[in-house]
């Protein structure tokens, strides 16, 4: 009878132990993250390996692609607001309605073709490896944002096709 409570007892002390350093860990980790540089292109530098002469040139790219990027997004803004206010007014004219969202999918292309540009640009200023899977992921989380909602709308699967 003593034994299983000693042992049950051990056990106790072990799990405490380990949730206890795997909360301090964890906790350590995300003070680290949170108290590092407040740079928003770090994750850059750690991720793709960059040198400070690359992430300087990258920096310049991404200062002066900024405005453009903002405008942008002010103008989808606007468009989207002036979307939403033709529907809730009822201005339920197809022809309105339409031409507002083709306005809104124009700006749209308009900017995603920009930001694939911009993201070419940056891949030229990394070394030929790291520029090269850096753009692979750019354009994975930019062109395939919609891709998953495509694929259930659709109803095809094409990761099942992918294993032939």
Same mark, same amino acid.
Request: glycine share 4%; charged share 25%.
């Given at each position: ?20 350093? &795997? ?7 995300? /003070?680290?993250? +949170?108290?590092?540089? %407040?740079?928003? @292109?770090?994750? #850059? =530098? ?31 803004? &606007? ?7 033709? /529907?809730?007014? +009822?201005?339920?004219? %197809?022809?309105? @309605?339409?031409? #507002? =969202? ?63």
């Amino acid at each position: 009878m003593r034994k299983p409570a000693v042992i049950l007892a051990v056990a106790l002390v072990v799990a405490a132990a380990v949730f206890g350093g &795997a909360y301090y860990c964890a906790h350590y980790a995300c /003070v680290e993250q +949170g108290a590092t540089s %407040t740079d928003d @292109l770090d994750w #850059l =530098r750690m991720e793709f390996h960059v040198s400070d002469a690359d992430l300087a040139r990258i920096r310049e790219l991404h200062d002066g692609y900024l405005p453009k990027c903002s405008d942008n997004c002010t103008l989808i803004a &606007a468009k989207k607001r002036e979307l939403a206010q033709a /529907v809730a007014a +009822g201005t339920n004219t %197809t022809a309105t @309605l339409e031409r #507002l =969202r083709s306005e809104v999918a124009a700006l749209r292309q308009k900017c995603q073709s920009e930001m694939l540009a911009h993201f070419e640009e940056v891949s030229r200023a990394m070394p030929p490896e790291q520029g090269q899977r850096y753009l692979a992921e750019m354009k994975r989380i930019t062109m395939g944002a919609h891709e998953k909602v495509e694929q259930s709308m659709s109803g095809t699967n094409h990761a099942a096709h992918d294993q032939h």
